[in-house]
C-alpha cells in the first residue's frame, strides 16, 4: 500500500473514541438484559411468565452477547497497524515518504495499544455517556431500612437541570441522608427509578454512573487518607488510575478552586475545620465529577468555616457546569440556590424557588423549620411599620432603609 493511500484510509483517534462507546453501550446492553432475564427466571419459577416467553428472551439475550463478542474480536485496529507496516516497508529508507510512514506506524501502535486496552476493560471503564440534559432524574421512590420499618422515602420523584444549585431541607430524619446515598448507590431503593444524566441505576453499571458523582460529608476530619493536602487529593486520582504525570496539574488546579494551593505540603491535621473542608472538596473536585452533594457540609464549621465553603459553593455554580446538591440547616444557604427540594417525614413536599418556599406564610414553621435571617429581619421591620419590599439581598434592605 502507498503512503497516500494509507492516510487516506487510516483509522484514528476518533475511530477509537467510537469503539470505545460502542463497546461501553453493548457492555450496558448486555448487563441490562442479564439482569431483565435473571429476573425473568424467577418470575418462570412463580409462573408468572410462560415458557415461551422465557425462551423468546434467552435468545435475545444470547444474540446481544454474541453482538457483544463479536465486537471484542474486530481486527479493524489490527490490520490498520499491518497497513502501516507494510506502508513502512515499501519506502525507501531516508526519503520523506519513509519518515513520515513511520510516524503513520507510530500512531497505528498507539491505536492498536489503546484498541486493546479498551477490549481489556470490556468498555466497562469508559466513561458512561450523558444522554440526558438532567443530572438527577428521580421518579417514585420508596425505600425502607428494614421491611418492618416505615418508608424513609415515599413516592418521591423529581427532575435536577445540569448545572442547577438545589438545597436540600427538612427536619431530623426526614430522609435526606437516605436520599444522597440511593443517588451514590450504597442504598438500593425499594420501588422506582433513578437516573442520573439519563442512566438508569443498576447494579451492573453502578460502578460507571458514580463517575457522575462526588459528595462531600459532614464530618472535616473522617475524610482523610493522606498524610499531606498534596497526597490526600492524589489518592483519590491513583484509585482513578490517573496519568501519574497528569497527576500534579490537577492537583494544583483542584487546590486553586479551593483555595488551598498554598497548603499542599501541610499536615490535614493541622488544618482548621473549614480548610480541612476545602480539602475535602478539592479531593472531591479533582475527580471532576458532574454533580456534587454535600451532606451537611457546613454544619460542623464555625461562622467564617461556613461562609467560605458556601461561597465555594456558589463559585462552584457560577462556572456553570457543575450540579450541586446541598443538604443543609443554614436556612441562610437556602438563599444562594436556584432551588430548594423540601423534605419531611420522607416526603417531597416542596420544589420551588428560595423566594416561593420561603414567602410562603407559616410554611417553614409548620415543619420546625426556621427562616432565613434576613426574611426574619424583613418581618420584622415590617412589624415595626417599615415599608420593606421583600429582598433576599442584605445590602438592598439597608439601602431601603436609608430611604425609609
Ligand atoms: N441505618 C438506618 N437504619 C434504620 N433506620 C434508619 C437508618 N438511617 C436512617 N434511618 C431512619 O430513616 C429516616 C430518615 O433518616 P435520614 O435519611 O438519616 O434523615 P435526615 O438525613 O433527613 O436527618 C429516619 O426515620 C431515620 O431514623
Ligand atoms: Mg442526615
Same mark, same amino acid.
Given at each position: 500500500m502507498q503512503l497516500k493511500e494509507f492516510k487516506k484510509n487510516k483509522l484514528t483517534e476518533h475511530d477509537i473514541e467510537l469503539y470505545r462507546t460502542e463497546l461501553n453501550e453493548l457492555y450496558k446492553k448486555k448487563t441490562l438484559d442479564n439482569d431483565q432475564l435473571f429476573i425473568a427466571k424467577t418470575q418462570l419459577l412463580n409462573n408468572e411468565i410462560s415458557k415461551e416467553t422465557f425462551k423468546t428472551m434467552k435468545a435475545e439475550n444470547t444474540r446481544i452477547a454474541k453482538e457483544f463478542t463479536t465486537s471484542?474480536?474486530?481486527?479493524?485496529f489490527k490490520d490498520n497497524l499491518k497497513n502501516a507496516m507494510n506502508v513502512v516497508k515499501s519506502t525507501r529508507a531516508e526519503n520523506q515518504d519513509y519518515?513520515?510512514?513511520n510516524e503513520e506506524l507510530n500512531y497505528a501502535k498507539q491505536l492498536y495499544e489503546e484498541f486493546r486496552l479498551i477490549?481489556?476493560?470490556?468498555?466497562?471503564?469508559?466513561?458512561?455517556?450523558?444522554?440526558?440534559?438532567?443530572?438527577i432524574e428521580i421518579d417514585h421512590l420508596n425505600f425502607r431500612y428494614n421491611a418492618e420499618f416505615p418508608l424513609a422515602l415515599k413516592d418521591v420523584s423529581f427532575k435536577i437541570n445540569h448545572g442547577e444549585y438545589i438545597a436540600v431541607i427538612g427536619h431530623n430524619g426526614s430522609g435526606k441522608s437516605t436520599l444522597s446515598k440511593i443517588l451514590i448507590g450504597v442504598l438500593t431503593p425499594e420501588k422506582g427509578i433513578v437516573k442520573l444524566f439519563g442512566n438508569v441505576m443498576n447494579s451492573q453499571n453502578i460502578d460507571q454512573i458514580r463517575q457522575f458523582l462526588g459528595i462531600v460529608f459532614q464530618n472535616p476530619d473522617n475524610q482523610f487518607i493522606g498524610s499531606t493536602v498534596r497526597a490526600d487529593i492524589a489518592f483519590g486520582l491513583e484509585n482513578k488510575r490517573v496519568e501519574p504525570k497528569e497527576m500534579p496539574r490537577i492537583i494544583e488546579e483542584s487546590a486553586k478552586?479551593?483555595?488551598? #494551593?498554598? *497548603? %499542599?505540603?501541610n499536615e490535614p491535621l493541622n488544618l482548621s475545620g473549614g480548610q480541612k473542608q476545602r480539602v475535602a472538596i478539592a479531593s472531591t473536585l479533582a475527580l471532576n465529577p458532574d454533580i456534587l452533594i454535600f451532606d451537611e457540609a457546613t454544619s460542623m464549621l464555625d461562622p467564617k468555616g461556613k461562609r467560605e465553603i458556601k461561597e465555594i459553593m456558589v463559585e462552584l455554580r457560577?462556572?456553570?457546569?457543575?450540579?450541586?446538591?446541598?443538604?443543609?440547616?443554614?436556612?441562610?444557604?437556602i438563599l444562594n440556590a436556584d432551588k430548594v427540594l423540601v423534605m419531611n417525614n420522607g416526603e417531597l413536599i416542596r420544589y420551588g424557588t428560595p423566594k416561593e418556599v420561603i414567602d410562603e #406564610?407559616? *410554611? %417553614?414553621?409548620?415543619?420546625?423549620?426556621?427562616?432565613?435571617?434576613?426574611?426574619?429581619?424583613?418581618?420584622?421591620?415590617?412589624k415595626a411599620g417599615f415599608k420593606i419590599n421583600k429582598t433576599?439581598?442584605?445590602d438592598n434592605l439597608v439601602k431601603q432603609l436609608w430611604k425609609n
Open positions: 471484542l474480536k474486530t481486527t479493524k519518515i513520515e510512514a477490549v481489556k476493560e470490556k468498555g466497562r471503564s469508559a466513561k458512561i455517556l450523558k444522554l440526558s440534559d438532567y443530572a478552586k479551593v483555595r488551598m #494551593e498554598n *497548603f %499542599l505540603d457560577n462556572q456553570g457546569n457543575k450540579t450541586i446538591l446541598s443538604i443543609t440547616h443554614d436556612m441562610d444557604e #406564610e407559616g *410554611f %417553614l414553621e409548620s415543619i420546625h423549620l426556621g427562616i432565613p435571617f434576613i426574611a426574619q429581619v424583613e418581618k420584622e421591620l415590617k433576599n439581598d442584605m
